[in-house]
């Protein structure tokens, strides 16, 4: 990044706006991640990003109204960009019976042409959906004309080697699912900016071919993410940048093991922390996830985030996260240790 700094300032190696869609070089590094995790995604179908909430609020540019179906509690972009767009959404709940992981069910019967937004590694609760969870959305979606919206931003935290980490694992997936993601978690973009979505060249949705759409609205509304940063990303993607930031993973997901720990000696139930950097907990005593926020900071002084910021079904529940140091960590357990 330093070095892509100084050619931007010199007359010979400045470049002015960058191609709309990403440069080739970050575009190659995408598909070669995606390979890397036996998928294949031609470069061409990739879009790279300011980040993957700009994209999930902005792909409802090239939607039009639909109905939209949105697994509860989730990521609050999903919700509040279909809201500003005047779409009917209906909530899938997650609970503990389904492990906050929903199906398709009964409720989504008749459902035709609707827009499903799946998050996994989900935030705020951590899960993550299995292959055959994710077939079940895919044949849904197919079945029902409907279009996936699948957010990866937290792909790289997934560990078990049975998890998919991609919506393009799953047959049939090109015909109904946009990816988006996001150097956000895994690299640590969150100032830089960056993230990519995948449209792929098959994908209709209502007859209208959503990938030469997509290419129009970027064109139309975006001018590109800044070289410096494309270069940055290209770096992230390197074998040298992929093993500095699979350590740097790794001490986040050390954080979450002494969370969980932690959990598990007090009977706590939750989801997440294995896959995910987020633990997401049973508030104690059926306390409300605002009383359970008062109560850490006053008696602990932790913060963490409650649970119905996340939607109605997140009532009740805490969601805390492992993007700390390790000394943190490890006093924050001590203090939740005695207090709990
Ligand atoms: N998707 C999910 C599920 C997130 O939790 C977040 C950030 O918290 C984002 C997307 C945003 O990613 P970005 O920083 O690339 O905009």
């Known amino acids: 990044m330093a070095k892509a700094v100084a050619e931007m300032g010199n007359i010979d190696t400045f470049k002015g706006y960058p191609p709309e869609y ?5 575009r190659s590094r995408i598909a070669d991640h995606y390979r890397s995790i036996r998928v294949s995604v031609p470069e061409e179908d990739i879009f790279v990003s300011d980040g993957a909430k700009s994209d999930l609020g902005n792909i409802v540019d090239i939607l039009g109204n639909n109905d939209v179906i949105i697994p509860d509690p989730v990521y609050p972009v999903y919700v509040d960009s279909n809201i ?15 492990h906050f992981l929903p199906l398709p069910d009964d409720s989504l019967k008749g459902s035709k042409g609707a827009v499903i ?16 969870g994710l077939e079940a959305w895919v044949r849904f979606a197919n079945e ?3 279009l996936i919206i699948f957010d990866s931003a937290y792909e790289a935290f997934i560990t078990d080697p049975d998890l998919p980490h ?17 150097f956000s ?18 994908l209709e949705s209502k007859g209208v071919h959503l990938k030469k759409l997509w290419s129009r609205r970027q064109a139309t509304k975006f ?50 922390g294995k896959n995910s950097p987020y633990v997401w907990i049973k508030c104690p005593g059926d306390m409300s ?25 997140g009532a009740g529940y805490f969601r805390i996260t492992s993007f700390g140091t390790l000394e943190n960590t490890i006093k924050a357990c001590e203090r939740l240790d005695s207090l709990l």
């Open 289 to 313: 996830g605002w009383d359970f926020f008062d109560y850490l900071l006053k008696e602990a002084q932790i913060v963490g985030t409650p649970g119905e910021g996340f939607g109605d079904s």
């Open 84 to 98: 500003m767009s005047g779409n009917k959404i209906t909530l899938v709940p997650g609970n503990r019976d389904n």
């Open 144 to 146: 029902t004309g409907s």
């Open 223 to 272: 001018n590109g993410v800044s070289y410096p940063v494309q270069r940055a990303a290209e770096a992230a993607l390197t074998d040298e940048g992929i093993k500095a930031l699979r350590e740097n993973i790794d001490y986040y997901r050390n954080n979450a093991k002494l969370l969980t720990e932690l959990f598990d000696k007090k009977n706590i139930y939750y989801t997440g």
């Open 22 to 26: 990403g440069y080739d070089f970050l």
């Open 117 to 132: 937004y799946l998050c996994s590694p989900n935030n705020p609760t951590g899960a993550v959906y299995t292959r055959e």
């Open 166 to 182: 991609s919506i393009y694992e799953i047959e049939g997936a090109e015909l109904c699912a946009i990816e988006i993601s996001s």
């Open 185 to 202: 978690k895994f690299a640590g973009f969150t100032g830089l900016r960056c993230g990519w979505t995948i449209v792929p060249e098959e």
